[in-house]
């Protein structure tokens, strides 16, 4: 990954991302420790990064990452109802995971696919034209497959 | 009744569309690359300018002369950055020429590179778009393995690399200075302009940052010429488009226009109308960051002159729909969250403004709404245009001034009913 | 050179140069928060937006610049002041303002807060913001400054600081929009030697230093301008200090000195000018009974009549002087020597020294020699010895006179042999062996009690002024050494410090040519230094950073 980019720091967002997958789905301290040593930088310049973007996590979210876009064009057409229902089927908020571990809720802004909303991503799956019944049979689905 | 003009979508409209390499060839892929790479990369960019191809990424700048600004002579390597970051609002196209027919926008990102001297590009894909990427890496694997990518990829010893660069979850970096920013392993701050990325770009070389669907345009003017191309539109607004249709319509989707349509026509003909029989009440004709229509404005064309005359502009063409029954101000609120939400932080009308106008639309919603208010909310949204570091300021403050000045019995509805 | 036009006025650029820096050259002042002269120019405060009327070609620029980003052109044209331009820094400090706590009455910066200043200029008086406002903690972050992220108008000087001056990147941005804010890593405070720095480019009172927090409000202190005498480089300072206590140091300007900068323990020597305890604060005279203080004059008359009993002869007399002394006090020291005794066997510490080579100037700021005056010692031509061994083997066993200024050589074996010699005087403003052993001691002052001058590890010679009153009986130590002058019949008209530069620099080769008044608050070089290593570094690397 390193040698497709000038400068060893170019790698920093791919290499997080790496990083990120490898342990679970967060980063711990020693995993940010690592990166910044092999793409040469300062810790504090890799806090400050991962702070700045939102996909990189510091607590170990659910098996399932449900992340529920609820942006303007997914809003029109019920995004934001279909988290409130999500949140109160999984009995969990937006920015947490539940107690079994299964499942976490993340508000999105737009995850680019309007025209076929309201839309979600599990982990790294796009689901599309979700509406809460769909949404009850893929936590179903899931659920049945721990 | 209009009909999709097909050029971008040709291979994507086909249910049994192949897009293997070999699908793609069978198609008369690579056809284009070859042809431009016959020519000198001077010749390839006038052809590019006589197009009249014009960035699709929400700015309209005409392509050609961005390239034409790429400095020379420095003695540092030439950069093409393709920009899939596609965030706005109601976009989802580049996503449909990624998933679906990577080998037609790879095309064209090489003849791109090969255009402006530029040996390794690099695609920055948002974070989120897990099947995109894995879609595009497979493409350029296969283009590896077949030596199309690597040694002698533009000739015989000249080496081209593509790599797919992912973001990580920020709508600034869809700004060309954050995304070189965000390229360069840093936090996404839109930078200070002058030096421009021709100039100083990535680590400081010379740079152009394109987005998708522009550089999937590239196959068809050199293959048809650049008077095919500006055939299809009006003066000055060349080319077929992708249109990505949202919201309150019987048929949301993607779809591929001439410039000479108007909105109504997108909504109607190939949108079927407004869903369940209701009326139009308003259309967000070009991604969150752009002025609102009401329902009266919606005959104009479809273009990127005759909107930036109407008052609002194209920017990335998502055309967000909603109906009578929508409440206005909370569509509003859901915008200025957008806003607040990516909104870098780093000049302070842009930090402060977005935080402060998004308060003040939820002061509405909480039924404390009242005509000071509303004055307040236009000017500290108003307030952000033209004094931030990058668009975003600009982008944040339109929808803002717009949705008051065109919509304000629908915040009138949210008046106290005290006194103010 | 070229010029552009600005609020009418002609200013001239050097190519290349922006328009506000061009424009505080000239003294024109254009508010700003985050632009700094020694940093990358970010353009993110948005304060210093001027209206270009005229780019140069005929046409005005389509909106509001930031004229810390915008290249000056020959015949452009700039209004600082019209209603645009007013309505935008109205505008930018009331977004500013809308999330700032406005503890000014608890605020150390109160008082030199810009933030404070361009409210009251440009501001529009009231706000219209009734939400509640964004609220962290309070943070140690180093062992020198403490952080209030509350008040951060977020100009990031103190992250580009850390990255770019002293590359040491301790401090940073984090999270985005109206929750970024800058801090350090994972609370690991900053050990960098330059925390103070970070003190003094927040424009407001987010970064404050420890050592100065809610001691003295600023309006009251008076400032002196001065050097630090901490170490050799000689960064020129302003003593602030109000009824006679000093409560810190602040760098001045000095492009060819320290830039912007000094070290975190040069501020710390302020506590030095405040100690009292181990001052000498009267002539003191050793009897059998032990020390006694006596009067100026029956020091002199003691010392006098000693020397009349001794009749020592040239080689009989010593005098050792360590590097703290002033240019005016060697010299003249030297001249007491030499035309009151003959004797040319003046030595001080000449010990190798050395400064850190780095890619960073800020570095270079602390030198392993914390005396201020060894170059000057040198240029003036006194006897460097490398040790106390090396003095000990120079003074013979007869020596009648031994004289020492400050506590130079304040070693076991060679005090105990100084008891042997019938005349020891001490000219020092702190206690130390020699005063311990000295027959005769005489109180001088510390460089923030009197004005001299300084040579520098580069050949520059600066200049101190007074700032704290006299500490009880202590004179000028220039004035001590006309005393002694005085009682060997040596001819001296000097009767300031400015008049022994004078006839220094008269006299000294390697300070020919230079005035008092020219040395000015900036200092100035010697005209020849034989090493010149600290003056060749400073002007390489003030071609960077």
């Known amino acids: ?90 009995g969990i908020h937006a920015g947490s995971t539940g107690d079994d571990g299964m499942f976490s809720i993340e508000e999105m802004e737009c995850i680019g696919a309007c025209s076929f909303a309201p839309a979600i991503i599990v982990n790294e799956d796009y689901h599309e034209k979700v509406n809460p019944e769909s949404m009850d049979q893929l936590i179903a689905d899931l659920s049945n497959n721990p | ?213 522009t550089l999937t345009c590239l196959p068809f003017i050199v293959n048809e010429g650049a008077e095919a191309f500006k055939d299809f539109g009006p003066e000055n607004n060349a080319g077929t488009h992708l249109v990505s249709l949202s919201g309150h319509v019987e048929k949301p989707g993607v779809y591929e226009v001439r410039m000479d349509v108007t909105l109504k026509q997108i909504i109607y003909d190939l949108g079927g109308g407004i869903r369940g029989g209701k009326a139009l009440k308003g259309v967000i004709p070009g991604g969150a960051s752009s002025p609102v229509l009401t329902a009266k404005e919606i005959d104009v064309e479809y273009s990127f002159d005759a909107l930036g005359k109407a008052g609002t502009m194209m920017g990335s063409a998502a055309v967000m729909v909603f109906d009578e029954d929508t409440d206005v101000v909370k569509l509003l609120h859901r ?79 949210y008046y106290t009913q005290a006194a103010a | 050179m070229p010029s552009f036009e600005l609020d009418g006025k002609t200013v001239e650029f050097e190519p290349g140069e922006k328009i506000l820096s061009a424009a505080m050259r000239a003294g024109i002042q254009i508010p700003h928060y985050c632009y700094h002269p020694g940093m990358s120019v970010v353009a993110t405060c948005r304060m210093c937006m001027v209206d270009v009327i005229d780019m140069g070609n005929g046409r005005p620029a389509p909106k509001l610049q930031t004229s810390c980003s915008m290249d000056a052109v020959e015949g452009m044209k700039v209004e600082t002041m019209n209603e645009k331009v007013k309505d935008a820094k109205e505008l930018v400090m009331e977004y500013l303002l809308i999330n700032h706590p406005l503890d000014c009455p608890i605020c150390d910066q109160s008082g030199e807060c810009v933030l404070q200043d361009y409210s009251f200029e440009f501001g529009s008086g009231k706000s219209e913001m009734e939400y509640s406002k964004r609220v962290y903690g309070w943070r140690d972050i180093g062992t020198f400054v403490a952080l209030e992220r509350n008040r951060c108008i977020h100009c990031t000087r103190c992250d580009r600081f850390t990255r770019e001056i002293t590359g040491t990147n301790e401090f940073g941005m984090f999270n985005r929009g109206h929750e970024l804010t800058v801090d350090t890593y994972s609370d690991r405070p900053m050990t960098n030697q330059f925390q103070g720095n970070m003190a003094d480019i927040c424009p407001v009172g987010a970064i404050t230093e420890k050592e100065f927090r809610f001691k003295r409000r600023v309006w009251k202190l008076k400032k002196t301008p001065s050097i630090c005498v901490g170490c050799s480089t000689g960064c020129n300072v302003t003593i602030e200090y109000d009824k006679n206590e000093v409560f810190r140091l602040k760098p001045r300007d000095n492009p060819d000195v320290n830039k912007w900068w000094m070290c975190d323990q040069g501020r710390l020597t302020y506590k030095d000018l405040n100690i009292r305890e181990n001052r000498i604060a009267y002539p003191l005279g050793k ?68 400064q ?123 004035m001590i050494l006309c005393g002694l002058m005085e009682l060997l019949d040596v001819d001296n008209k000097a009767d300031s410090a400015e008049a022994v530069f004078q006839e220094l620099s008269e006299n000294e080769k390697g300070f020919q040519g230079l005035q008092w008044e020219s040395i000015g608050s900036d200092g100035i070089n010697a005209a020849q230094f034989d090493e010149d290593p600290g003056r060749n570094e400073v002007s390489e690397l003030s071609k960077t950073a």
């Not at chain 1, 510091?58 to 057409?77: D, E, N, S």
């Not at chain 2, 402060?352 to 236009?378: P, S």
């Not at chain 3, 007869?398 to 000219?427: C, M, R, W």
Request: glycine share 8%; with cysteine; net charge neutral.
């Open chain 1, 1 to 90: 990954m390193l040698s497709r980019y000038p400068i060893k720091r170019n790698a920093l967002l791919p290499l997080l991302h790496l990083a990120q997958q490898e342990n679970g789905g967060w980063l711990s301290e020693e995993s940010i420790k690592y990166v910044a040593e092999i793409c040469e930088v300062s810790e504090t310049h890799v806090e400050g990064v991962i702070s700045f973007y939102t996909m990189y996590k510091l607590k170990k979210p659910g098996k399932y990452h449900l992340q529920i876009c609820t942006c303007v064009p997914c809003c029109l057409v019920g995004g934001e109802e279909l988290l409130e229902h999500t949140e109160s089927k999984l």
């Open chain 2, 1 to 213: 009744m209009i009909e999709e003009t097909l050029v971008l979508f040709q291979n994507i409209r086909n249910p049994s569309y192949d897009k293997s390499l070999k699908g793609y060839k069978k198609v008369g892929g690579f056809k284009a690359l070859k042809k431009a790479l016959k020519m000198k990369p001077e010749e390839l960019v006038e052809v590019v300018k006589a197009s009249g191809l014009r960035g699709r990424g929400g700015a309209g700048f005409p392509t050609g002369l961005k390239w034409s600004f790429m400095a020379k002579n420095t003695g540092k390597p030439s950069y093409l950055i393709c920009n899939a970051d596609e965030s706005e609002p109601g976009t989802c196209k580049d996503r449909e020429l990624m998933l679906k027919d990577p080998h037609q926008f790879l095309e064209g990102m090489m003849i791109g590179c090969y255009a402006i001297n530029c040996k390794h590009g690099y695609i920055y894909v948002r974070g989120e778009y897990f099947p995109s990427i894995k879609s595009l890496n497979e493409a350029i694997d296969e283009l590896y393995a077949a030596g199309l990518l690597g040694e002698n990829a533009l000739g015989k010893g000249k080496r081209l690399d593509l790599t797919v660069h992912t973001g990580a979850g920020a709508y600034i970096c869809g700004e060309e200075s954050a995304l070189l920013d965000s390229l360069e392993g840093k936090r996404g701050h839109p930078r200070v302009k002058p030096p421009f990325p021709a100039v100083s770009g990535f680590n400081a070389c010379p740079t152009t940052v394109n987005n998708v669907e």
């Open chain 2, 335 to 413: 915008i200025t969250r957008f806003f607040n939400h990516e909104s870098c932080g780093q000049c302070t009308p842009c930090r402060e403004g977005t935080h402060w106008a998004r308060l003040i639309v939820q002061d509405f919603l909480k039924g404390n709404g009242n005509e000071r208010k509303m004055k307040r909310l236009h000017r500290v949204g108003g307030n952000m245009m033209g004094t931030t570091v990058c668009a975003l300021g600009d982008a944040a403050a339109m929808p803002i001034t717009s949705f008051v000045t065109k919509f304000p019995e629908e915040f009138e509805k």
């Open chain 3, 287 to 354: 009897t059998a009974e032990g020390f006694q203080e006596i009067s100026w004059e029956n020091a002199f008359s003691a010392i006098q009549e000693k020397i009349s009993e001794l009749q020592p002869t040239s080689n009989e007399v010593i005098g050792l002087v360590d590097t703290h002394a002033s240019n005016e006090e060697l010299y003249l020291f030297k001249k007491l020597l030499k035309e009151g005794f003959d004797s040319d066997q003046l030595f001080f510490p000449d010990l190798e020294w050395e």
């Open chain 3, 356 to 478: 850190p080579v780095s890619d960073f100037f800020i570095n270079s700021l602390i030198t392993s020699d914390k005396s201020p005056n060894r170059a000057g010692a040198r240029m003036l031509g006194l006897k460097g010895a490398k040790s106390s061994e090396e003095v000990t083997s120079k003074i013979p066993t007869g020596t009648k006179v031994l004289l020492v200024f400050g506590k130079p050589f304040e070693d076991e074996n060679l005090l105990s042999q100084a008891g042997n010699i019938p005349l020891v005087i001490n000219i020092a403003a702190w206690q130390s062996g020699w005063s311990e052993t000295a027959d005769v001691t005489l109180p001088g002052r510390l460089h923030s009690e009197k004005d001299a001058t300084y040579t520098n590890k580069a050949g520059r010679v600066q200049r101190v002024n007074t700032a704290i009153r006299a500490f009880h009986k202590t004179r000028p130590d220039w």
